[in-house]
């Protein structure tokens, strides 16, 4: 049996999860997109970063590219209409085997140690009239806020991508980023601090995970171990915890008491305490 390592493991969940929203459309309908990175980021004095997007198929493609505020309550993602943050162009046409670089642009000033969060929807248009005025161009928001007219809508597009985004105040990174960089002095380095617990759903329990740190969490690996012995084999995920929210967590409960929920928290291994304790 073949093991795939680890780092293919995480991409190959990221490149999932950035199309947990695509439309249910038949296989041949979807023309190949290819779209990185799959976590842009901006951060310091160049307030925009560059997403690609390649068509990989025989025929043209056109895209929209939308940006939403990003949220999470009560357990669920909410996405928001802003005007912070703009995708120029916010449409392509891509002829077969050629890209396009999209500009995700901050137009205003994020306040320092802050990190503002935001989800990037890719839209392939109708082959047919993709400009047309009652097209997807003119829906305000994603399907999770859209009405029935714009759900009839949302069942012309092909398919569509989800990709976070992060942008940050000066003098300020996440984690991820500041350890691969020479820090200045003064940066803030914005981290999450999780614990878990459970909630009753129905005769079973949910782990829910909060974060009160002032970064994200991404979450790639969950296992629970006892004594340093793990219950059962790693299981690979993709869960995001926004600051200062909590979000169930794609793992059972644990097997019994005294368990320890060890994950892989922003390419980093912990061992996350619960919440009550």
Do not use: C
Request: glycine share 6%; net charge positive; charged share 15%.
């Amino acid at each position: 049996m073949v093991t795939m390592p680890p780092f293919l493991r995480r991409l190959a969940a990221a490149l999932a999860w950035a199309m947990v929203t695509a439309t249910a459309i038949p296989a041949w309908a979807a023309t190949p997109i290819m779209i990185w990175p799959v976590d842009p980021v901006i951060t310091g004095p160049q307030r925009a970063v560059a997403l690609w997007l390649e068509n990989r198929g025989s025929t043209p493609v056109s895209m929209q590219v939308r940006v939403f505020q990003w949220r999470q309550a009560d357990g669920k993602d909410q996405f928001d209409v802003q005007r912070d943050v703009v995708a120029s162009p916010p449409i392509s046409h891509i002829p077969p085997g050629q890209r396009q670089m999209v500009r995700l642009l901050a137009t205003q000033p994020v306040p320092p140690r802050s990190e503002q969060t935001y989800r990037v929807l890719v839209d392939e248009l109708p082959a047919a009239d993709p400009l047309a005025p009652d097209g997807p161009a003119s829906i305000p928001g994603p399907p999770e806020r859209a009405n029935a007219d714009a759900a009839a809508v949302a069942v012309r597009l092909q398919i569509r991508y989800a990709i976070p985004l992060f942008v940050y105040g000066p003098d300020t990174l996440p984690r991820r980023l500041a350890d691969a960089r020479s820090l200045v002095d003064g940066t803030a380095v914005l981290e999450p601090d999780l614990s878990w617990d459970l909630k009753p759903q129905g005769r079973a329990s949910q782990v829910v995970l909060h974060n009160r740190g002032t970064g994200h969490a991404r979450i790639t690996s969950v296992v629970w171990t006892r004594s340093g012995a793990s219950a059962a084999p790693p299981k690979d995920v993709l869960n995001y915890v926004l600051p200062q929210s909590q979000m169930p967590l794609d793992v059972a409960a644990p097997p019994s008491p005294g368990h320890t929920l060890a994950v892989t928290v922003n390419g980093r291994e912990a061992q996350l305490p619960r919440a009550s304790q």
